[in-house]
């Protein structure tokens, strides 16, 4: 297992559409361990292969850091099945540093995807697990939460990026758990 490096926006990883996984191999499988463990380090609740420049559809999570590992979700090509009802949360992204805002999604959801040993599984998810599952998700469709609040709000970050990239500088590690 390794750590990978976190890419943060503006990368144009991060915008594009992730390629569906059609074989699990070796190669896979270390992706994953490597991915796991860098949601631990950084710390975060999810991490998206995209997010460590890898265009794959593959997303860990872990919104349970008290008892890391029991609820780790590794999912292959993972879809939302279902969806219905609304929550709003404070999110972060570990590819968005120093930057949170108020996202509306569904509040419930059903998720479909593959396990590492080939087995397709189903999610039924509410709360920070429906807000991981979906930001999750839409970063391997190559959007960000930036995507989803006011054009004001995301162009405020925008230019505190932009500032800070002037003075040579990168916005510094949030200490809260970002998605
Ligand atoms: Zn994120």
Redesign the pocket.
């Known amino acids: 297992m390794a750590l990978r490096q976190i890419f943060s926006f503006p990368d144009a990883v991060l915008t594009k559409k992730a390629l569906p996984v059609a074989n699990l191999t070796g190669s896979e499988a270390s992706l994953i361990e490597d991915m796991v463990e860098t949601m631990y380090a950084a710390p ?1 609740v ?3 292969a995209p ?1 460590v420049g890898v265009s794959q559809r593959i997303i860990v999570v872990d919104v349970d850091h008290e008892e890391r590992g029991k609820h780790l979700l590794r999912l292959v090509n993972p879809t939302i099945r279902e969806q219905d009802g609304s929550i709003v949360w404070e999110e972060g ?4 540093p120093e930057f949170t805002a108020e996202v509306t999604r569904a509040g419930r959801i059903v998720v479909s995807g593959w396990t590492l040993d080939e087995e397709e599984i189903s999610i039924e998810a509410e709360g920070l697990l429906a807000v991981a599952l979906q ?2 998700i ?2 391997l469709d190559g959007k ?2 930036l995507d989803r609040i006011s054009r004001l709000k995301r162009d405020l970050y925008k230019r505190r990026v932009r500032k800070l990239e002037r003075q040579g500088k990168t916005p510094p590690a949030r200490s809260r758990l ?2």
């Open positions: 975060g999810g991490l998206a997010q992204c570990l590819s968005v930001h999750e839409d970063h960000l939460f970002p998605i």
